[in-house]
């Protein structure tokens, strides 16, 4: 099945949609069908994700067509570390990643055990050309900035279907403290809606990140309503691409 896109006027650059297989299989949909949603949409970003699923089902996957059709369209494609440990090196060189922050932790921490070390022995960790971490703490957002990331999810900011009783969540509040004290691009993730974005823009983030709306029958009206609502916020950060 080869992914149709039909493209609006404009891109919404502030959006970016996580394709994401294991929420994909819940909702029994399929992949290519997600992914036509979003960038039939012109989202800004696309995040292919795979993490908490069966490595069976991950491996069955054509992850070459969905990157193709990905890199057809005019939205960005980001690969997150769930996709990435699937594929061979040649094919993710140069690609856009994004990590958990469990992964950043373990990164900060080899690094600066590295750092100890003579230069002859030194280990060389695998540097994406660009990456963005997920974040749920001051500290994580810090780490991230200082160890070169482009971008930054926060999460939960919302209560969510998806995920419920995750939290607590940030809010407008928490969004706002977050960045006040990076400098990165921070996108709310979680809970993501034209009710609760109202508001996000004068936070000091620049966008929000959309997954379980892709789900949905009615997804292209949600995002519309999303997009429309987004107009009016005053976004102050600019995005990676």
Same mark, same amino acid.
């Given at each position: 099945?080869?992914?149709?896109?039909? #493209?609006? =006027?404009?891109?919404? !650059?502030?959006?970016?949609?996580?394709?994401?297989?294991?929420?994909? @299989?819940?909702?029994?949909?399929?992949?290519? !069908?997600?992914?036509?949603?979003?960038?039939?949409q012109r989202v800004g970003a696309v995040l292919l994700r795979a993490k908490g699923v069966d490595p069976e089902q991950a491996r069955q996957l054509d992850w070459l067509r969905l990157i193709e059709a990905i890199e057809r369209s005019e939205s960005q494609l980001i690969l997150h570390e769930s996709v990435t440990t699937r594929l061979d090196a040649s094919t993710i060189a140069g690609s856009w990643e994004h990590w958990s922050s469990a992964s950043l932790w373990k990164?900060?921490? #080899?690094?600066?055990?590295?750092?100890?070390?003579?230069?002859?022995?030194?280990?060389?960790?695998?540097?994406? #050309?660009?990456? %963005?971490v997920?974040?749920?703490?001051?500290?994580? @957002?810090?780490?991230?900035? %200082?160890f070169g990331a482009s971008w930054a999810f926060v999460s939960p900011f919302m209560p969510t279907a998806s995920k419920p009783g995750y939290g607590p969540t940030l809010g407008l509040p928490g969004v706002k403290e977050l960045c006040r004290h990076t400098s990165l691009p921070v996108f709310a993730l979680a809970g993501v809606c034209a009710e609760t974005v109202l508001g996000l823009g004068a936070t000091g983030a620049a966008g929000v990140a959309v997954m379980g709306m892709l789900a949905h029958?009615?997804?292209?009206?949600?995002? =519309?309503? @999303?997009?429309?609502?987004?107009?009016?916020?005053?976004w102050s950060r600019q995005t990676p691409w």
């Open positions: 099945m080869s992914v149709q896109v039909a #493209r609006p =006027q404009r891109a919404h !650059t502030r959006v970016i949609a996580i394709v994401d297989l294991q929420s994909v @299989l819940a909702a029994e949909l399929s992949m290519e !069908t997600v992914l036509e949603r979003a960038l039939a990164h900060v921490e #080899r690094s600066a055990f590295d750092a100890e070390i003579q230069e002859a022995s030194r280990a060389v960790l695998r540097k994406p #050309r660009c990456f %963005g997920s974040a749920h703490s001051l500290a994580e @957002l810090e780490h991230a900035e %200082g029958r009615r997804a292209a009206e949600e995002l =519309q309503r @999303l997009f429309q609502r987004m107009e009016d916020e005053p």
